[in-house]
């Protein structure tokens, strides 16, 4: 979006960091250079992946599309992408939420760096005996978004073989 979405538009709020909020009867614009974690809410950008944080960017949620947030309920899924090796966190209110596995906002960002480490790097496998890393790659994967074990627990199991 380019900034004469806004031109017609009055100022609603600025942030201490620059963030600038202008509100509708439908949304509300947001202009940034910062994404992810405003205050207590999660803006998600539907952009091409050649996005980077630091770059304005105006963005528009509609407001039935926020949800009910906060640190202590477990309100978050998560969301795997091996192909594009990218893991994404989503709402359970989210229309694609089928059981998957809740947590709240701090053990889901936890998980997601545990899942970002096994997409991005071999190094948590050592130590571990197997025939097909990809294989072995992909179970750690699964117990990681499908279950709240440990990732040292689920490494201790996949050594041993276990699963």
Not at 52 to 72: L, P
Not at 95 to 117: F, G, H
Request: aromatic residues 12%; contains cysteine; proline residues 1%.
């Amino acid at each position: 979006m380019d900034n004469s979405v806004l031109s017609d538009l009055k100022l609603g709020y600025k942030s201490n960091s620059g963030s600038e909020y202008y509100f509708t009867e439908v949304g509300v614009y947001r202009k940034s250079n910062h994404w992810g974690r405003a205050a207590n809410c999660r803006w998600r950008l539907l952009v091409n992946s050649e996005y980077k944080n630091q770059t304005e960017i105006i963005g528009f949620a509609r407001w039935t599309d926020f949800y009910s947030n906060n640190e202590t309920d477990k309100l978050f899924y998560i969301e795997i992408n091996e192909e594009k090796n990218e893991v994404h966190f989503n709402h359970k209110n989210n229309p694609n939420y089928t059981n998957q596995v809740l947590r709240n906002a701090s053990e889901t960002a936890k998980r997601i760096k545990e899942i970002k480490e096994v997409l991005q790097n071999t190094s948590w496998a050592k130590y571990l005996v197997f025939d097909d890393f990809e294989e072995i790659r992909r179970k750690m994967l699964s117990e990681l978004s499908n279950t709240n074990e440990s990732f040292v627990n689920l490494r201790k199991i996949l050594k041993d073989g276990k699963k």
